[in-house]
């Protein structure tokens, strides 16, 4: 199996992610464990390269009946909208997500039309989660961070950023460059640490629950 170390150096990530203590119990590919929500961004300027390559990675998620529910609303940092996009945020999400360089807000259309009449979307949410996935790991493979946020003022969100009422507002997800732990409040310091996992013996389930 190939260790964190070796797979930092295959994808170049930085120093912080070198000391990662992430162990996987069965194989997987290193990418996995790479990807990780650190909280200390530089706060460059994302080139556009990257960025419609991670929404191009989005965009191939799977999703029932492939109706591709998901919406992607985004600022980057030092743009006109990106301080209506980081004042959505919790303030100790804004703390440290002020040093990103792009905020997106992710939706999810909670209907369709079948046979002419609006019907409710069953996994509009599943769908839209991998897609934040399949962002997350593009953004890895680029040599870029993401980090979820859920402490944000969702009606805040609907209304300033118009989305419509057939529209579920989801999370924000934070993209940036990595950057020094010691840049980071000692408190968000303490945290800056990829963390573990429950083991897989508490998650499968061979013939039911
Ligand atoms: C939907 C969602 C909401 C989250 N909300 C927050 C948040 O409000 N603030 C924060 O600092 N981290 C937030 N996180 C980050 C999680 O705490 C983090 O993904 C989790 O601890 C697993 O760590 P890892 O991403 O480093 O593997 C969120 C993540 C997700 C997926």
Redesign the pocket.
């Known amino acids: 199996m190939s260790t964190v170390s070796e797979a930092v150096k295959a994808n170049d990530l930085s120093e912080e992610v070198k000391v990662s203590s992430r162990k996987a119990d069965f194989e997987i590919d290193p990418l996995f464990l790479n990807?990780?929500?650190p909280?200390s961004f530089t706060g460059e300027e994302i080139p556009d390269t990257i960025l419609h390559s991670v929404f191009e990675a989005a965009r191939w998620a799977p999703s029932g009946s492939n109706l591709q529910p998901w919406r992607f609303l985004y600022s980057k940092r030092g743009s006109s909208s990106w301080g209506k996009f980081l004042g959505l945020l919790?303030p100790?999400?804004q703390r440290?997500a002020e040093k990103a360089s792009v905020l997106i807000l992710f939706v999810s259309k909670k209907t369709t039309t079948r046979n002419g009449e609006v019907v409710p979307s069953k996994s509009h949410s599943f769908d839209t989660g991998a897609a934040?996935q399949n962002l997350s790991l593009q953004a890895i493979l680029k040599g870029w961070h993401t980090?979820?946020?859920?402490?944000?003022d969702r009606e805040k969100a609907r209304v300033e950023l118009k989305v419509p009422d057939d529209f579920q507002v989801e999370?924000v997800v934070a993209i940036g460059k990595q950057g020094e732990k010691s840049a980071l409040a000692p408190e968000l310091q303490e945290k800056e640490t990829?963390?573990n996992r429950l083991p897989l013996k508490d998650l499968i389930f061979e013939g039911g629950f």
């Open positions: 990807r990780w929500s909280r919790n100790n999400n440290w934040w980090h979820g946020i859920g402490g944000f999370a990829p963390n």
